[in-house]
């Protein structure tokens, strides 16, 4: 069976399967990021050289790396509801540790070759797109903080949709639909904007919910979250580290800065929902859990 990596995984939770102690779960998760954000924000308020809008829109690079460091605290929220509401240690939701960093290595070194391939491939962006890059020795020296950075922002949200939520709904439910959908539900919803329903906001939901069904995929078929984290890593960087429009979301790491609304397709916004463009970046989403299949040989 191709999923039979999973049984293994899913089984150290099957102790504490019960529903109710897994939406308690999610609650005091959900409850102690939120706490631990609010708490930064209260900090912030006594460092005037940065503001929290910089910190939660990412328009600086202090202010993206101290967002992205901050899903920490949502890994940590996740070990310490494992340990103290499930009785259950921390390699329990990631899997065989060692079997987990290969698992990621492998993944993340697919998921960026074919980035690479992709860039390689017309059509190419040229200086008179109004491109600018920054300072590339500044770069270079910000990217290991970066990389770090984002690898703790994909390790939490892994940690806690496949590697909590995913395992504790498979140990009680053996149905592959009930336990490959419910945590990629969340998953989409935590990605969307509350009032959101522009065709953009509500691609961006679809897109997260692919995303998350190809990310419970990869970890189903190989019994530990590294797969998904590299998975997910791979695509962090490329988003977060390479390509942005200038002063705009989570901008403050890229290399490369476009004018604003260079990015968007001007149409999308009154356009239908599978547009065109839509539907070439979920080939591409589609490409890149194919790669990471083929790099995981699974």
Known sequence: MTYQPHRPFAAAARPTA??????LGVILV???YSGMRWLIDVVLQWLPWLSAQAVWYGSTPGGLLIQLFSFGFLGLGVALVARNLHQRGLFSLTGPPLRALRDMRRAL????????????????????????????????????????????????????????????????????????????????????????????????????????LAASDLTARTGTIGAAVGFHLANNAYAFLFFAEFAGPDSGLALILFPQGSLTVPSAAAGPLFSG?????LAGLGLMWLAVRLGIRR
């Not at 019960?18 to 939406?23: S, T």
């Not at 053996?174 to 998953?187: E, H, K, Q, S």
């Open 109 to 212: 070194v697919a998921g960026l070759a074919l980035f690479v391939v992709l860039e390689l491939l017309p059509p190419y962006w040229g200086g008179d797109a109004g491109a600018q890059m920054r300072n590339l020795p500044l770069w270079l020296a910000m990217l290991p903080p970066a990389l770090l950075a984002v690898g703790v922002q994909c390790a939490a949200e892994e940690l806690f949709y496949r590697g909590y939520i995913q395992q504790q709904i498979a140990a009680r439910y053996d149905r592959v639909l009930i336990w490959m959908i419910a945590p990629n539900v969340m998953f989409a919803l935590a990605h969307w904007q509350p009032g959101d329903f522009s065709v953009t906001g509500v691609q961006y939901v679809i897109w997260a919910f692919l995303f998350g």
């Open 277 to 281: 463009p839509f539907l070439v970046e």
């Open 18 to 23: 019960q529903m109710p102690r897994l939406v």
């Open 30 to 32: 959900e409850g102690f």
